[in-house]
């Protein structure tokens, strides 16, 4: 009998520690043994923003204990782990650090190879672990650090259609809710308050949206939000703000998404185009439907990870390990932590002040 690979993956990038064992059994997809997150909400939540030092204290706490609960859930021996994949970045360098350290530490004890992981190459492939997706495929990655298109052409292959110039998507939905007066991290709350509002009452701006490609530009929204929200007087007006704030985004993301269909078929001449939506804004309900309709009309075809892999989890990061060690990719014990590791290296930097797009 064949013998299945198992993988370990370690996540303490920024606020969640989680550790995942997967194991590939030989169908389309790998099973997902345990993935045990832990999230530091409760910690940060005073000061409406994760604090580094706190966060990294977090990790230093509960990252045996994550691990251990996450071999028993797995049932497996620790022995049958084939290797040790660990994001090494980008994120907070106090925090990476943890998780990174911890992950060497177990792969030179059992003797197994380890990966270093980019975390935001742990959300692009982050539906393998649901769905059979060949390469090329088009990505939208909307998390909380992070807004870009890439045309994903293999493992480790990623072009920069586009990216944000200056705010995350994540970002502006965490903002949006603090002058809702919701506590971060509040992009799941504006979803449930735009459900209650009239996404017609108030009229935002959609930066750059007729120019500059399929990049993206959330500040003057921000602008507009902070402006609308010191003329709120009860709480119909927060719903309304939040409808209003949730469909623009929506016609946002379906206008630059467009392009970025052109963009990607330009050089990309393949029979079935596919359209992959990752990060922690891709829980979201609408923003999900929405994307899906316009993928069907314009034939591409629409996949997501199911909601409870968007946000940060550590099976995604042993599903890169996976891909890696079918490969042959293995990591020295002395990788460094990367705060900075963008997907496309040779991407220009798009952000600040003066940006020409
Ligand atoms: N339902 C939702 N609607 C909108 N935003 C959401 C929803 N659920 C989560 N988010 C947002 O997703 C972000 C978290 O996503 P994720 O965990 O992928 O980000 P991150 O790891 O902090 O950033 P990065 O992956 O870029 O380093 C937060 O900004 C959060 O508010
Ligand atoms: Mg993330």
Redesign the pocket.
């Known amino acids: 009998m064949k013998k299945k690979t198992t993988i370990l993956g370690i996540e303490t990038s ?1 606020d969640e520690t989680a550790v995942s064992i997967i194991q590939e059994n030989g169908s389309d997809k790998p099973s997902i043994l345990s993935n045990i997150v832990s999230s530091q909400v409760d910690v940060h939540k005073e000061f409406g923003g994760v604090v580094p030092e706190l966060a990294a204290r977090s990790h230093i706490e509960k990252i045996d204990m994550i691990a251990k609960k996450a071999i028993e859930k797995s049932r497996i021996k620790i022995e049958e782990i084939d290797a040790v994949a660990a994001t090494a970045g980008p994120g907070l360098i106090v925090c990476l650090s943890v998780g990174l350290n911890f992950g060497k530490t177990v792969a030179l004890s059992l003797k197994k190879p380890f990966i270093a992981v980019n ?1 935001l190459e742990g ?1 692009a492939l982050s539906p393998k672990l649901n769905s059979k997706i060949n390469y090329p495929y088009l990505l939208l990655l909307i ?2 650090g992070h807004s870009q298109f890439l045309s994903v052409q293999g493992l480790g292959k990623y072009k920069r259609l586009g990216t944000t110039i200056d705010d995350a998507l994540g970002e502006a939905f965490d903002k949006t809710a603090k002058l809702l007066g919701i506590e971060f991290p509040g992009g799941p709350k504006i979803e449930e308050y735009a459900k209650l509002g009239d996404k017609n009452y108030y009229s935002l701006p959609k930066p750059i949206i007729n120019r500059g490609g399929c990049n993206l530009s959330f500040a003057g929204l921000k602008t507009a939000v902070l402006k609308i929200s010191k003329t709120i007087k009860s709480n119909q007006d927060k719903y309304n703000l939040a409808a209003s704030f949730q469909k623009t985004i929506e016609e946002i993301l379906c206008e630059k998404s467009k392009i970025a269909f052109k963009e990607f078929k330009k050089n990309n001449k393949i029979k079935k185009n596919i359209f992959v939506i990752a ?2 804004v891709a829980s979201n309900k609408n923003i999900r439907y929405k994307l899906s309709e316009l993928s069907l009309k314009e034939k591409f075809d629409p996949i997501f990870p199911p909601i409870s892999l968007c946000s ?1 989890n550590a099976a995604m990061i042993a599903m890169v390990g996976l891909e890696k060690y079918k490969h042959g990719i293995n990591n020295n014990l002395d990788f460094p932590a990367k705060p900075r590791w963008p997907l496309d290296s040779k991407a220009a930097f798009l952000k600040g002040a003066g940006v020409k797009l």
């Open positions: 920024c975390h959300h998390s909380g990060g922690g940060d």
